[in-house]
């Protein structure tokens, strides 16, 4: 293990510098600007494989700069920081199709060990990244960061500079990676341009924001586990549903751009590509003993949402058909799929990976009560369903999400109408990197009106960590001092620690 600030500040910087020996070296190519500008990145990691990233962009906020000629990239992936013991290697070829991203399916690779990698086109060299392979046996502790909503606009990306210094196994991200809209006051830097609509438009919106520098450090030092929520498409769509866009077709071509720019931005396995307005990004992750992760997707199959009309789902008194069985939050195949899964899985932790707050979130207005129709009170027997898989698998199940900007801790329950019911399962969801956070009122309402409410706070951004051994599992809340400082300090608010066998978060 190399120190972290020296991985950081040396090989990501510095390995463009020089050619080293090994390279195969292609035709020749001439770019008008680095073409790695948008960093490299790994994810999806298997105990003998994981998945690089990259994507030629020599101008990356102008449809990349690449034309149309395929070019062929060249990969490594070394045991050495110095690439003298090469692992495995090969050569992709890019193409415009897919805006000459790379996804490269590294195999041949050891279980739990840290690897380094490294792609060429031509005479340019890509920035080295570190990557590691799942665990197949593990009994030593495992940690992992979630964070989630990235408005460019509304700060900088320092809670990736914080977290890429960690030592840190993984990174999960929830969603709302980008932001297709403009919103919140006090902005500290621009889109620049409107809202995407084309494939063009969101990959240059994607170009924006992965040209960050935290961000690819953060990329660069870990592999991630990645889904996305709404804005990488459209504010609060459901399936097929906008209440932006009203004509289902259109909204359908957008949503197909919007897909396959977050696939060529991703490191995403071919399994992940798009057909047309179509995805599957849903999947299971073993890591060893310790744990497994269940990753979802709850927008691309959800129902329409209910008691708002052709509106916004937004705050709503209740309506008959907000409980109407039928309705789903996964789709009826993702829920099959997650309850084979459930009964699949190994490790003593089970993570439960989705994009926003799973306890109910009931507030009680002068008419009655109030739901918040674009989460789980919106389906809320959507939610019982997974909550029953989740007490018939009794492997000490997390659930964690985002979505909400702010911090929470909750415990679950099958009727949340029964505070003194049991607990089935301890819930954490992760602030926003940057978006705006709810106020301070409405975060006192929620939890004076939810008891199963553990903790809340929406004033501050960042991310989680989780470190999960035999016996426990830590969630530390980590915090910017202020989002609009691109130096910030990150300091952590809270702990939370969730005891083998006994679901319910207990403050550290």
Known sequence: MIPRRRFLLGSLASAALAAPAGFVRGAPLSFSADPFALGVASGCPRPDRVILWTRLAPQPLDSGGMGDAAVDVEWQVADDEAFSRIASSGVVRTTAELAHSVHVEATGLRPDRVYWYRFRAGPALSPVGRTR???????RPFRFAFASCQQYEQGYFAAYRDMAARDLDLVVHLGDYIYEKSWGSHHVRQHGVGIPTTLEEFRNRYALYKSDPDLQAAHAAF??????????????????RSYTVGDTARFLKIRAAAYQAYYEHMPLPLSARPRGAHATIYEHYRFGDVLDVLLLDDRQY???SAC???GRPTWVNDCAGRTDETRTMLGERQEQWLGARLRDCRGRWTIVAQQTLMAQDKREGDDGAHFWMDGWDGYPN??????????????????????????FTADLKQDFARPDGPTIATEFVGTSITSDGPSESSVRKALAENPHLVYARGDRRGYATVELDARHCTVGFEALDDVRDARSAVRRLTTFVVEDGAPGAKAA
Do not use: C, K, Q
Request: glycine residues 6%; charged residues 30%; aromatic residues 8%.
């Open 133 to 139: 392979t799942a665990p197949a046996e593990s009994a």
């Open 223 to 240: 592999p991630w586990l990645s889904v996305w929520d709404d804005h990488e498409v459209m504010d609060d769509y459901a399936n097929d």
């Open 302 to 304: 959800r129902s329409a």
């Open 308 to 310: 708002v009309g052709s």
């Open 382 to 407: 959507a939610r019982r369903r997974l909550l029953d898989s989740l007490v018939a698998h009794r492997r000490n199940p997390i659930v964690i999400g985002g979505d909400r900007h702010a911090f």
